[in-house]
């Protein structure tokens, strides 16, 4: 056995993303998204959601972040809301229950702050979004926090009566913090 | 100088201001008239917008509608403040009333008073603690005191209602007494607000 998992390090060596990803503590992590209505802004959070990130600042190259939202679990704090917002004309959660985005490239912008970049699908559309994040170590844990802006129409998101974009604003702000372990996973679940 | 031969023939200046001209009761000043009916008129817009709005479904209409009912809670809030200001500035002229009466009615007034600043409060907290800020005519951000609270929202929407009732069932008795005083009294009370109406003399013949 001992000879097999060797084995798997090295296989796994080759592919770096599988080896660093570490835990991300979900307690200490959160995405949330800001809209507009009527200018006021209002800022709820996804409360499930599934990170996978590696990186090393000095391999940006073979960095990467994956992250799965799970848009059923939109919470801003009234039922009434909720309900509608995993309806067909907000997320339809029931036809696309899963916002993905995926990077295709992550920059130093310089000073512990760098810029990711790729595509971001909602509701069976896919756009190219990009925000700067930045890294902070807390010992050995580290917090990625950023933001970037999407434009929910681009996706369909508030569709018929909701494209009236002077109620509810084209463009959103998504927020992250991600909270990432420093040590590797004790075991999988 | 009018002249007017007294019952004897002889001939007296009267005073510049004809008595029969003066007001019997002297009025608010225009500028706390104008505020007490502004101040009625978006309370009366507000109240039953605030009403009609928390029943609807979620809806851009919605979205728009608690907007507005918001901006003039809002306008309210800070009209009430001059209103008050100005009164402390230039009080009321005195009531033209008994001792209880004018207790009576200033308890009233004072309770209005805290209505229209507290009702606003209210609002604005009640918001606060559902998570959405208050934009004032949607370019001014008013800062939140407090966090979201689902539990604490529910509580202050509670008292955001028992404040209006509360503010309802008052503006009803304040203006029911002030048509009785009028109608029924014609004691002048209500020209005090309303200068253009005439205190109504009593029209049987004598």
Redo the contacts between chains.
């Keep these: 056995m001992k000879c097999s998992s060797l084995a798997l390090i090295v296989l796994f060596g080759f592919n770096p993303q599988t080896v660093l990803a570490q835990a991300i503590d979900y307690a200490r992590s959160q995405i949330t998204v800001q809209s507009r209505?009527?200018?006021?802004?209002?800022?709820?959070p996804f409360t499930k959601f599934n990170a996978q990130i590696v990186f090393d600042p000095l391999r940006l190259e073979a960095s990467s972040a994956r992250v799965d939202i799970d848009l059923a679990s939109f919470d801003?704090?009234?039922a009434?809301?909720n309900e509608?917002v995993r309806d067909r004309n907000w997320f339809d959660t029931k036809n696309h229950p899963i916002a993905r985005f995926v990077s295709s490239s992550i920059r130093s912008l310089g000073g512990g702050r760098f810029e990711v970049r790729g595509p971001l699908t909602i509701k069976g559309k896919t756009q190219e979004v990009a925000g700067p994040f930045t890294l902070k170590t807390n010992g050995a844990d580290r917090v990625f926090e950023g933001a970037f802006a999407i434009r929910r129409l681009q996706y369909s998101v508030g569709d018929g009566?909701?494209r009236?974009t002077s109620?509810?604003a084209d463009e959103v702000q998504v927020k992250f913090r991600l909270y990432q372990l420093g040590q590797k996973p004790a075991s999988k679940k | 100088m009018r002249t007017a031969p007294d019952n004897i023939g002889r001939v007296h200046p009267t005073p510049v201001i004809d008595v029969s001209m003066q007001q019997p009761h002297p009025a608010y000043t225009p500028t706390a008239i104008g505020l007490h009916w502004i101040i009625f008129f978006l309370i009366a817009c507000a109240w039953p917008l605030g009403q009609f709005v928390s029943g609807l479904p979620f809806s851009p209409q919605k979205l728009r509608l608690i907007a507005w009912h918001k901006w003039i809670g809002v306008t309210v809030f800070m009209l009430a403040l001059l209103r008050l200001a100005w009164r402390l500035y230039r009080p009321p002229p005195p009531l033209p009333l008994s001792d209880l009466q004018r207790r009576a009615a200033g308890a009233v007034h004072a309770l209005l008073y805290a209505l229209i600043i507290l009702i606003p409060i209210s609002g604005w907290l009640f918001s606060s603690a559902a998570g959405v800020p208050t934009v004032y005519l949607g370019l001014i951000q008013l800062p939140d005191l407090l966090h979201k609270d689902k539990a604490l929202a529910q509580t202050l929407n509670q008292v955001h209602a028992t404040l209006n009732w509360t503010l309802l069932v008052l503006v009803c008795g304040h203006a029911g007494f002030a048509l009785k005083h009028h109608l029924v009294d014609r004691d002048g009370v209500l020209v005090r607000m309303i200068p253009r109406l005439k205190v109504r003399k009593s029209e049987s013949p004598s």
């Design positions: 209505q009527m200018n006021v802004p209002v800022e709820a801003i704090g009234d009434d809301v509608n009566v909701w009236d109620v509810v």
